[in-house]
């Protein structure tokens, strides 16, 4: 039931993720989410029995799933430390992350080959825990998942603050809550091991609810603070062109008695319209552009324009402004390496 609840979870979060899929450069996000969400699938118990009979009832479909959520992992903290921007920390990771991914995957296949596992098992580390192998088979997954979300937890808490939008900011909070609850669940699946090998099972059955509770709130807050940032957006994007196009209506009455006599300048529809995402806000910048060019030619023409048709030329350069000093998700520094300005 766990792995079912927790498998909905991240499929949810790459439902979340989907309309998007066009506007972001840097696909590690979904990548992540789809595979990570694809292990857990793989784990569910109906799922796992059919799939492993395929495949010579060897328990290979647990391996497979174990590799696809340390590679789910790997993006999935790829993706949140560019999020952060923090390039000395993003360099670090691409140099040595792919590496170590590498080398955990190989030592999970040898360790896994090492087990002896003759019977198809939904609960393998339970039925096969005692043995060595299985122990390390174990470890080595969970200490690289443990580390990875470690430095992405510390990575989210530190640099929450310099996120410009508050959305981003309490995301990296459900983040960072996330990877601590991630960290807790590695603790206990280590303590299971030790136990197991110890003959302790009945401390590891006591130990097993922790994990149980770990795994479905690391996912519920890894999801929704996954999650928030591109619904946030959307929903910015969809409020932002209602308020650009009612600006764009308001402009129109001092638009039209500024530029009537300069029809050789005035806005091309046909062309405005091949943009039709951007229609609105590129027919308002036009709008206030041919409006300045105007009054610059011409001052006397200011005398057509009211107090309310002031207000809204004020507000239309406003919404712009903010909307362009908005498009970026990080505060700019005040200061960058070799900048000795304080």
Not at 85 to 95: A, F
Not at 257 to 273: C, G, H, M, V
């Amino acid at each position: 039931m766990i792995q079912d609840i927790a498998a909905a979870v991240i499929w949810c979060l790459a439902l979340c993720l989907l309309p998007d899929i066009k506007r972001r450069k840097d696909q590690s996000i979904l990548v992540a989410a789809v595979t990570i969400a694809t292990a857990l699938t793989l784990n569910v118990d109906r799922i796992y029995i059919a799939g492993d009979q395929l495949l010579g009832n060897r328990n290979l479909l647990d391996l497979v799933a174990n590799i696809f959520m340390v590679v789910g992992i790997y993006f999935l903290s790829r993706a949140i430390l560019r999020a952060a921007d923090v390039s000395e920390i993003v360099d670090i990771h691409n140099r040595v992350g792919q590496s170590v991914l590498g080398i955990v995957v190989v030592a999970l296949i040898v360790s896994f080959s090492l087990v002896d596992a003759p019977r198809t098992s939904t609960s393998f580390m339970r039925d096969f825990g005692s043995q060595w192998p299985a122990a390390v088979y174990s470890g080595v997954q969970f200490l690289y998942i443990g580390a990875v979300v470690a430095i992405t937890g510390f990575t989210c808490f530190r640099f929450r603050g310099e996120m410009a939008k508050p959305y981003f900011r309490v995301a990296f909070v459900f983040i960072g809550l996330g990877c601590v609850l991630a960290v807790v669940l590695v603790l206990a699946v280590l303590g299971m091991d030790v136990l197991h090998l110890m003959g302790e099972l009945e401390a590891m059955t006591r130990l097993s609810y922790v994990y149980d509770a770990a795994e479905v709130g690391a996912m519920v807050f890894l999801c929704v603070g996954l999650a928030l940032p591109p619904v946030a957006r959307r929903l910015e994007r969809r409020s932002d062109a209602r308020a650009t196009a009612v600006l764009v209506e308001r402009l129109s009455g001092p638009w039209d008695r500024i530029t009537s006599e300069r029809s050789e300048i005035r806005l091309n529809l046909a062309q405005t319209a091949v943009h039709r995402q951007d229609a609105p806000k590129r027919r308002l910048h036009r709008m206030l552009v041919e409006i300045q060019d105007a009054l610059f030619v011409d001052p006397h023409l200011a005398q057509l324009l009211s107090q309310n048709d002031l207000d809204v030329l004020r507000e239309a350069e406003q919404h712009l402004e903010n909307r362009l000093a908005g498009s970026g998700h990080r505060r700019q520094r005040l200061s960058r390496k070799g900048d000795t300005t304080p």
